[in-house]
């Protein structure tokens, strides 16, 4: 599976952007795609998650209600639609999936780039 995220830009905060995820090759119904995001000086963290059969979402608690992961099985992608964004949101997102219910991911986008203005 290879992994394209695209959408990042820059924005003032309280604005609005939609990441996208798109993979080429075959995403199966037990897999999950997840959003990361890493900030300078930081550990990559977690965002978001989806599982592709059911559509069941996890989020990280300092994006809850105001993020949301959906899919687009026809396209083979996962949208990161981001409301009401904050300066530390500020980061590269990485799109990644995960064969496993459990477990490290197993491919990776390249990353794009989140910049939100105070």
């Known amino acids: 599976v290879q992994l394209q995220a695209c959408g990042g830009g820059l924005v003032q905060a309280g604005g609005s952007l939609r990441l996208s995820c798109i993979a080429s090759?075959?995403?199966?119904?037990?897999?999950?795609v997840g959003w990361f995001r890493q900030a300078p000086g930081k550990e990559r963290e977690f965002v978001a998650s989806i599982r592709w059969r059911e559509g069941v979402q996890s989020y990280a608690d300092s994006v809850k209600g105001r993020f949301r992961i959906s899919r687009d099985a026809a396209k083979n992608t996962v949208y990161l639609q981001m409301n009401n964004l904050k300066p530390e949101d500020t980061a590269i997102y990485y799109c990644g999936v995960r064969l496993l219910s459990v477990g490290a991911y197993d491919y990776w986008g390249q990353g794009t780039l989140v910049t939100v203005s105070s």
């Open positions: 090759g075959s995403i199966y119904s037990s897999n999950y």
